[in-house]
């Protein structure tokens, strides 16, 4: 099978939640090879395409979530060396700011982790000042937030307000139905990008991390 | 000249498919009563004499055919006992999940109805709008069995749940379901013309039609035909077009559709079964000159109108604080201009 083919089986394993088939994917492609490339080739194409699958309609927010942890879990037992050393700083920060509804982020976070990325998960609930203080502490390169309603959306203008004191800053990238539903929202709120599911999260991050800092 | 219909009569008349005087339009409008009376939203929540008094007044501005007697989807976990975050900008939000341990489920409980003082603030909204107001329909609402566990446990846990706790899962359903049928009845008992069934998950944009098929309709059908009125269901913007025959099956008597969907295919597939409720874009409705809102208005009129079966509203149950008076205005006054029957400008959908 060639690399094509190979994301095919691996998605077809994650949608039907058939663990074993998708670590025998991942096994069968890393024989011999490089366990980065094997993310890049087969875990990246199948992740993505199972996002834009849930924007078209055609699976569910269940299947997407089941399918999307059902990911993480393997690449992590199958390829866990795609993952930057432990102790080493997270270049991406993932938060839901000021409610409690997580499920988007959790999408995301699977996503990125299948994909390899380090990632530092800032929880759910917290304020803009809360956000700003955790990136000046920390200094990721990019930031995700994840909203679901319009107010909580709304209040990005003032984290990028307390962003633009950092320096350098992180890209922000925001996410969650308002953005979904008004496009234009995100550059109303002063927002570097946008995305409508977890394959636009693996895509801007990838494009973030190579503009370098802001 | 035959005077026009009140409210009512026009939303009962176009509930069975035959067309009004006029289409009806649901302003869903849960915080904007607060603004009209001046006072912040925190204090309106806690007033069900300021929330009625704001429903009479949004209703004499925009001249809508409702009233709403539901405030706030979050108070269906307050009840239990569950954490409500308010804001001064927002709906109040539910907080952290009610259920820390999904084996809580074997010993929960629904809270009685009778003495619970978030059931009885909704019960003295509907009251006080039942007897101040005869001609308009009053609507309550609540969150749907099915649904319910978003707020009792999170999302997560929910489809971990569903998936892997059948036993768990179906007895969440059945506490549930005494919930949602013991304060529906008890709404419609204050003088609700109707409930609101709001029942997100049970969208194909949460679980797949084939769930839907074998598990919510089973949940809402069961739920619904124990409620003593008319049930409208609500998938709060997700998608429904593959699944609305089957909705149509539930009992309810209308299903308020997202602005994702075809709203010419939704009535086609509902076939005369159910009326639709939409499917304006509320979050985008924010920035709608009065000529977009015309356009919008026009656009759903044409697509759901003719023939009657069909309520113009938002398409999620709930007008953002933040959309200014003037959309409003402009969105009656585009009802009013263009929603008169025969609605003989509008071309018939393909």
Same mark, same amino acid.
């Given at each position: 099978?060639?690399?094509?083919?190979?994301?095919?089986?691996? !998605?077809?394993?994650?949608?039907?939640?058939?663990?074993?088939?998708?670590?025998?994917?991942?096994?069968?492609?890393?024989?011999?090879?490089?366990?980065?490339?094997?993310?890049?080739?087969?875990?990246?194409?199948?992740?993505?395409?199972?996002?834009?699958?849930?924007?078209?309609?055609?699976?569910?927010l269940a299947t997407l979530y089941?399918?999307?942890?059902?990911?993480?879990?393997?690449?992590?037992?199958?390829?866990?060396?795609?993952?930057?050393?432990?102790?080493?700083?997270?270049?991406?920060?993932?938060?839901?700011?000021?409610?409690?509804?997580?499920?988007? @982020?959790?999408?995301?976070?699977?996503?990125?982790?299948?994909?390899?990325?380090?990632?530092?998960d800032y929880g759910h609930g917290?304020?803009?000042?809360?956000?700003?203080?955790?990136?000046?502490?920390?200094?990721?390169?990019?930031?995700?937030?994840?909203?679901?309603?319009?107010?909580?959306?709304? @209040?990005?203008?003032?984290?990028?307000?307390?962003?633009?004191?950092?320096?350098?800053?992180?890209?922000?990238?925001?996410?969650?139905?308002?953005?979904?539903?008004?496009?234009?929202?995100?550059?109303?709120?002063?927002?570097?990008?946008?995305?409508?599911?977890?394959?636009?999260?693996?895509?801007?991050?990838?494009?973030?991390?190579?503009?370098?800092?802001? | 000249?035959?005077?026009?219909?009140?409210?009512?009569?026009?939303?009962?008349?176009?509930?069975?498919?035959?067309?009004?005087?006029?289409?009806?339009?649901?302003?869903?409008?849960?915080?904007?009563?607060?603004?009209?009376?001046?006072?912040?939203?925190?204090?309106?929540?806690?007033?069900?004499?300021?929330?009625?008094?704001? !429903?009479?007044?949004?209703?004499? @501005?925009?001249?809508?055919?409702?009233?709403?007697?539901?405030?706030?989807?979050?108070?269906?976990?307050?009840?239990?006992?569950?954490?409500?975050?308010?804001?001064?900008?927002?709906?109040?939000?539910?907080?952290?999940?009610?259920?820390?341990?999904?084996?809580?489920?074997?010993?929960? !409980?629904?809270?009685?109805?009778?003495?619970?003082?978030?059931?009885?603030?909704?019960?003295?909204?509907?009251?006080?709008?039942?007897?101040?107001?005869?001609?308009?329909?009053?609507?309550?609402?609540?969150?749907?069995?099915?649904?319910?566990?978003?707020?009792?446990?999170?999302?997560?846990?929910?489809?971990?749940?569903?998936?892997?706790?059948?036993?768990?899962?179906?007895?969440?359903?059945?506490?549930?379901?005494?919930?949602?049928?013991?304060?529906?009845?008890?709404?419609?008992?204050?003088?609700?013309?109707?409930?609101?069934?709001?029942?997100?998950?049970?969208?194909?944009?949460?679980?797949?039609?084939?769930?839907?098929?074998?598990?919510?309709s089973r949940i809402a059908a069961?739920?619904?035909?124990?409620?003593?009125?008319?049930?409208?269901?609500?998938?709060?913007?997700?998608?429904?077009?593959?699944?609305?025959?089957?909705?149509?099956?539930?009992?309810?008597?209308?299903?308020?559709?997202?602005?994702?969907?075809?709203?010419?295919?939704?009535?086609?597939?509902?076939?005369?079964?159910?009326?639709?409720?939409?499917?304006?874009?509320?979050?985008?409705?924010?920035?709608?000159?009065?000529? !977009?809102?015309?356009?919008?208005?026009?656009?759903?009129?044409?697509?759901?109108?003719?023939?009657?079966?069909?309520?113009?509203?938002?398409?999620?149950?709930?007008?953002?604080?933040?959309?200014?008076?003037?959309?409003?205005?402009?969105?009656?006054?585009?009802?009013?201009?263009?929603?008169?029957?025969?609605?003989?400008?509008?071309?018939?959908?393909?």
């Amino acid at each position: 099978m060639d690399a094509h083919d190979q994301a095919q089986a691996f !998605q077809k394993a994650l949608l039907r939640g058939d663990r074993a088939a998708a670590r025998a994917v991942l096994r069968d492609d890393l024989e011999g090879g490089d366990p980065v490339a094997v993310s890049e080739a087969v875990v990246v194409p199948a992740l993505e395409r199972i996002g834009a699958s849930w924007e078209t309609g055609a699976i569910s927010l269940a299947t997407l979530y089941l399918s999307g942890v059902l990911a993480e879990e393997v690449v992590a037992e199958v390829l866990p060396n795609i993952r930057p050393a432990t102790g080493a700083a997270p270049s991406i920060a993932i938060v839901v700011l000021e409610d409690h509804h997580v499920l988007g @982020k959790r999408l995301v976070l699977s996503a990125l982790r299948s994909a390899g990325h380090a990632v530092e998960d800032y929880g759910h609930g917290l304020s803009p000042r809360d956000v700003v203080a955790r990136c000046r502490a920390e200094s990721p390169r990019v930031l995700l937030v994840s909203t679901l309603m319009l107010p909580a959306a709304l @209040k990005v203008r003032t984290l990028v307000d307390g962003l633009a004191e950092l320096d350098p800053r992180p890209a922000l990238l925001v996410g969650g139905a308002p953005f979904r539903m008004d496009p234009e929202l995100w550059r109303e709120v002063g927002a570097d990008g946008t995305g409508n599911n977890s394959a636009d999260a693996l895509r801007l991050v990838r494009s973030a991390l190579e503009e370098g800092p802001r | 000249m035959k005077p026009p219909m009140t409210p009512l009569e026009r939303v009962l008349t176009t509930l069975r498919y035959v067309e009004p005087d006029r289409v009806p339009f649901f302003l869903l409008l849960t915080m904007h009563g607060a603004r009209e009376l001046q006072v912040p939203l925190a204090e309106y929540w806690r007033s069900p004499d300021l929330i009625a008094e704001g !429903q009479l007044r949004l209703r004499e @501005k925009f001249g809508h055919d409702c009233l709403v007697g539901a405030p706030y989807a979050a108070a269906d976990v307050e009840a239990w006992g569950g954490e409500v975050i308010f804001r001064d900008d927002g709906p109040p939000n539910a907080g952290e999940p009610l259920i820390a341990d999904v084996e809580d489920i074997r010993t929960l !409980q629904p809270p009685p109805i009778e003495g619970n003082p978030v059931i009885a603030a909704t019960l003295r909204v509907i009251e006080l709008l039942a007897e101040r107001s005869h001609d308009v329909p009053v609507v309550g609402g609540l969150v749907a069995p099915f649904s319910l566990p978003v707020m009792q446990l999170g999302f997560e846990r929910y489809l971990l749940l569903m998936r892997d706790r059948p036993d768990l899962f179906e007895r969440l359903m059945s506490i549930n379901e005494e919930y949602c049928v013991a304060v529906a009845n008890a709404q419609l008992a204050a003088g609700a013309t109707a409930v609101g069934f709001a029942d997100p998950v049970a969208s194909t944009t949460v679980v797949d039609p084939q769930v839907y098929r074998d598990v919510a309709s089973r949940i809402a059908a069961r739920t619904m035909g124990r409620i003593h009125g008319g049930v409208a269901l609500n998938v709060a913007s997700g998608r429904c077009l593959e699944i609305i025959g089957e909705m149509a099956q539930t009992g309810a008597v209308a299903v308020q559709v997202g602005p994702d969907e075809d709203l010419a295919a939704l009535k086609h597939a509902a076939g005369g079964g159910v009326a639709l409720l939409g499917n304006l874009n509320g979050i985008a409705m924010r920035h709608w000159t009065p000529g !977009q809102a015309e356009a919008e208005v026009k656009k759903a009129l044409a697509a759901a109108g003719p023939g009657g079966g069909y309520v113009l509203a938002d398409g999620h149950g709930e007008i953002p604080f933040q959309v200014p008076d003037d959309v409003l205005l402009a969105i009656a006054e585009a009802v009013r201009r263009w929603g008169v029957y025969p609605l003989d400008w509008a071309d018939p959908p393909a």
